[in-house]
């Protein structure tokens, strides 16, 4: 029986840990508690008291017809983004995992998305897509008015969509490979002895044993998507038009800093944090019962 080590110094543990709570309380706890603070209160644009006022904002916030549109379009803008972003690191990643020519070099460019920053990453997006400038100007050159972001809702959440998927890629691409090449071996050759080809085997042992990282990676994109995608709808569509993107982030950072009114920016970001704590636990409720662990 093995001996039991022991961390005797305590001075040391203590300081090694203080650095790292002080952080998780200074951009995490303060911040949360200032918002609540100012959710059930009303706090002047300009400083002084504040007016305890209950739920007041929050009656604000749900009796206001654009926060439900917020609501609509984030949700809409998590899906399309998060199915896009892990589909195309997932066809990446099986590409590489297959050491096709240039496998190296590709799994080195493939993570550098997601080093850029989202407003260098929207600002890109916005000049490639842009109808009149863009390589898209070909389609309206033939057919006129059929891609414009400025004024047409659908394009511009395409496009906000593209632009997240793409850097989020980078991301998604180092798990699911790590993912695939954990996977033994000796069972994808015997498959191939057997007769499978590189789709059943995908479909029949690949996928199957990638769920755990594909679950993970679900859990991740989905946050993302809600809580850091202010930068780039900000830089490409600053909302519009007509409000088509103006996701629950961008409405927050717009009643509260550019409307001033920082309870109604504070009593929505307290529902922000619900709503992606509510869907986190749906997903490990009832997506992790399908999900097994080898």
């Known amino acids: 029986m093995g001996k039991r080590v022991t961390f005797g110094n305590t001075f040391i543990g203590i300081a090694l840990i203080v650095p790292q709570l002080l952080l998780v309380f200074t951009f995490f706890y303060w911040p949360t508690g200032e918002a609540l603070y100012w959710a059930f209160t009303l706090e002047p644009p300009f400083g ?68 850029l920053a989202a407003p260098a990453v929207g600002l890109a997006f916005r000049f490639i897509f842009a109808p009149q400038a863009g390589f898209v100007s070909a389609i309206n050159t033939y057919f006129p008015g059929a891609w414009n972001p400025a004024t047409n809702g659908n394009d511009a959440m395409l496009l906000i969509m593209l632009a997240n998927a793409w ?14 090449q954990s996977m033994p071996r000796a069972l994808l050759e015997a498959a191939a002895l057997d007769g499978a080809g590189a789709l059943r085997r995908i479909r029949d042992f690949q996928l199957p044993l990638l769920a755990p990282t594909l679950f993970f990676v679900l859990v991740i994109n989905l946050t993302e998507s809600f809580v850091d995608s202010f930068g780039i709808v900000e830089i ?15 409405k927050i950072y717009t009643d509260g800093f550019v409307g001033k009114d920082y309870s109604l920016a504070a009593a929505q970001s307290i529902i922000l944090m619900l709503l992606v704590v509510a869907l986190t636990v749906v997903q490990f409720r009832f997506i992790e019962r399908r999900v097994q662990y080898t």
């Open 48 to 115: 002084g008291g504040n007016q305890w006022v209950g739920w007041q904002n929050f009656e604000t916030v749900f009796s206001d017809p654009k926060y439900y549109n917020s609501v609509k379009v984030s949700l809409i803008f998590a899906v399309g983004t998060t199915t896009m972003s892990i589909s195309f690191a997932l066809l990446l990643a099986l590409f590489v995992d297959r050491q096709l020519p240039g496998y190296r070099v590709y799994r080195f460019a493939y993570f550098w998305p997601y080093a």
């Open 167 to 180: 850097k989020m890629v980078g991301y998604n691409f180092i798990f699911l490979l790590a993912g695939l």
């Open 236 to 250: 490409v569509t600053n909302g519009g038009p007509a409000n088509a993107t103006d996701l629950m982030v961008f």
